[in-house]
């Protein structure tokens, strides 16, 4: 039944058109009551529907800028599921795509705050008389800030919802940049960047389990893509602006995402799935119609979703005993097996590493190849976006990390070759092209899968019940490994650059077994099918 057809028969009287203003936790653009006729609704809800899309270009014009907005276009050509769409279906897909580019800019933030350290090094130093060691603390700080965030990340978003945990996490990380722009001395720039860590922390889960919860099914794969997409998107901007704004200025645009990400919330629903898991059934209908679309049929999505959270009350708890059971341990290990192996196949090593890689090879602008990274990490990410609902997510993990382990390997060997050249032959000079080669090639290949899929599957595959606590595990173990392999990169580095990359590389093979061991295939699959697939 369309949400059309179940309002004009609602109490008989074919009423059902009062337009009025939801509350935050539905989010809703559209809910029905009973003060105008139906046909007055059916006659002009198409220039309300029209309506509303132009206010939503509005914003997100506004709210992303030109580069998000034109992304935005480029991703509803990608996923038009034909030439002429029905009109439920074009409704769908104009709704969850407003959906996903507002919440994308929690993402974009996360990137700009990874990013930031890296063009203001030399400028923070200098300003604020800094030693090398106290920046370092300063750039692992936003690690520790979001392990808390992570910590806290799955019980918020399960007691508050997905928007009110975003909500949440833009006010620190607004507070942070600000505090950093201002900072005169070591405290305020350290409370800054935990305050960044810690709503990036948070930000980091809601954003993939929100996306995942809206998305149709045969949308759900490319679209949970874009959370990883954005954080590139952020990493680029800061490299590209950290050319030519100083740190200050440079913190004080970081808040925009997040300054922009606040209003936003208030044109798009909340998760479904979350509404109904907490017994909001009206509004959890509602949410849903909006989102497939007013023409659309959501009786058969309804009832999954119903008979999904039937066995769950929304005060149940998850006892150590349950996880012992293959439908909570199996999803909980691989969901949090693919985000720590993430880490350790050493991407955030090898980045640290890439400035000195460039140098060796004749490049002179490191800042410059730094931002050609962050290019190319962008256009590598879009192309898994485009990909992964057409070749599976199973299929793109082991290719990517069959590709690093390969790439990894070829600058192993090159660094071990190095050591036994002369440094002026001409043979060291390609064995650092061959380095720049290696390193290119091993960031395409982690964009394609590695980087995005990890935490798209991860919000597929976790069960309703432990979600909250088993999504907060996963996202507190990857930040953890992030922050132990830049830690000890510099270290393992120091004592052999070849035996580093090996380590490395031997990791991306255990990803292949791994993967091909133990992932399951979830295109094409809903959430409640996934999830019953573990039984």
């Known amino acids: 039944m369309s949400f059309r057809e179940e309002n004009h028969n609602e109490d008989g009287r074919g009423g059902g058109g009062d337009l009025r203003k939801p509350f935050l936790h539905t989010g809703s653009w559209y809910r029905m009551g009973s003060a105008q006729t ?22 997100m014009i506004v709210a992303l800028g030109p580069i998000q907005f034109g992304f935005t276009v480029c991703i509803a050509i990608l996923y038009s599921p034909s030439p002429s769409p029905p009109p439920a279906i074009r409704d769908s897909s104009v709704s969850v795509l407003a959906c996903v580019m507002i919440v994308a800019l929690g993402p974009i933030q996360f990137g700009f705050t990874s990013g930031y350290s890296s063009p203001t090094q ?27 965030g992570a910590i806290s990340s799955g019980q918020i978003a399960e007691y508050i919802g997905r928007k009110g945990s975003l909500m949440i996490s833009a006010i620190p990380n607004i507070i942070g940049w600000l505090s ?43 679209l949970g893509s874009v959370n990883q997409l954005s954080v590139t998107i952020g990493i680029m901007l800061s490299y590209l602006l950290g050319l030519f704004v100083n740190w200050r200025v440079l913190a004080v645009l970081g808040t925009l995402p997040c300054l922009a990400l606040i209003p936003g919330l208030f044109f798009i629903p909340e998760s479904p799935r979350w509404l109904a898991k907490m017994g909001l059934t009206e509004d959890f209908e509602t949410s849903l119609q909006v989102l497939r679309g007013f023409d659309a049929d959501i009786s058969v999505e309804v009832n999954e979703i119903k008979r999904a959270v039937a066995s769950t009350s929304r005060k149940s708890t998850i006892r150590f005993a349950d996880l012992k059971q293959r439908r909570y341990w199996l999803p909980l290990m691989i969901g949090i097996g693919l985000l720590v192996l993430q880490q350790l196949g050493g991407t955030n090593g090898v980045i640290f590493y890439s400035s000195n890689i460039f140098l060796s090879a004749g490049i002179s602008s490191s800042n410059a190849a730094t931002f050609g990274v962050g290019a190319i990490q962008v256009v590598a990410t879009a192309v898994s976006t485009w990909l992964v ?31 036994f050249v002369d440094e002026d032959s001409t043979l060291y000079g390609a064995l650092g092209i061959i380095s720049v080669v290696g390193v290119v090639l091993m960031i395409v290949a982690f964009s394609l899968g ?47 650059s070849g035996g580093t990359f090996t380590l490395y590389t031997l990791m991306c093979a255990f990803t292949v077994a791994f993967v091909t061991i133990w992932v399951p295939e979830t295109k094409g699959k809903t959430l409640e099918e996934i999830q019953f697939s573990f039984r």
């Not at 300003?127 to 520790?144: A, I, Q, R, W, Y």
């Not at 929100?210 to 949308?219: F, S, T």
């Not at 299929?395 to 790439?407: C, K, P, Q, R, Y």
């Not at 019940?465 to 510099?490: C, D, E, H, M, R």
């Open 38 to 59: 139906s046909s007055m609704f059916l006659g002009s809800s198409q220039a309300i529907r029209d309506s509303s899309v132009s206010v939503l270009a509005c914003v």
């Open 122 to 148: 030399t400028a923070i130093i200098n300003d604020l008389k800094l030693t090398v060691s106290e920046f370092s603390l300063f750039g692992s700080l936003s690690n520790v800030g979001a392990m808390v």
């Open 180 to 222: 950093i722009s201002f900072a005169k001395d070591l405290s305020f720039l350290y409370m800054g960047r935990l305050l960044e860590g810690f709503g990036v922390g948070i930000i980091s889960y809601t954003v993939p389990v929100y996306i995942a919860e809206i998305a149709p099914q045969n949308l759900r794969g490319g």
């Open 389 to 419: 609902d057409k070749t599976g997510r199973r299929l793109l993990l082991i290719v990517s990390s069959s590709g690093m382990a390969v790439s990894l390997l070829i600058v192993a060997v090159a660094f071990f070759l190095k050591s």
């Open 450 to 496: 590695m980087g995005p899929i990890p935490w798209l599957i991860m919000s597929e595959i976790l069960p309703v019940k432990i979600k909250g606590l088993a999504g907060s595990v996963a996202t507190l173990a990857n930040w953890f490994f992030s922050w132990v392999v830049t830690a000890t990169a510099p270290l393992l580095l120091a004592w052999s």
